[in-house]
């Protein structure tokens, strides 16, 4: 599973990585996690998305 549950969400906890994408640690050095992000087709999480985006001019 990844990503928060139903009731760290209704906590308020939440993510701006898809549920598509993978995290894979590559390294822990002095406290520092070294992380890679591989996207295998990621879309934007919906709750993250602007409602709307607009200009006036």
């Known amino acids: 599973m990844a990503g928060p549950t139903a009731a760290e969400r209704a906590r308020g906890l939440g993510t701006a990585i898809s549920?598509?994408?993978?995290?894979?640690?590559?390294?822990l050095r002095d406290g520092v996690?070294?992380?890679?992000v591989g996207d295998e087709g990621a879309q934007p999480v919906p709750d993250r998305l602007p409602l709307a985006v607009g200009r006036s001019c």
């Open 19 to 27: 549920p598509t994408s993978g995290l894979a640690l590559r390294g």
């Open 33 to 36: 996690a070294d992380v890679e």
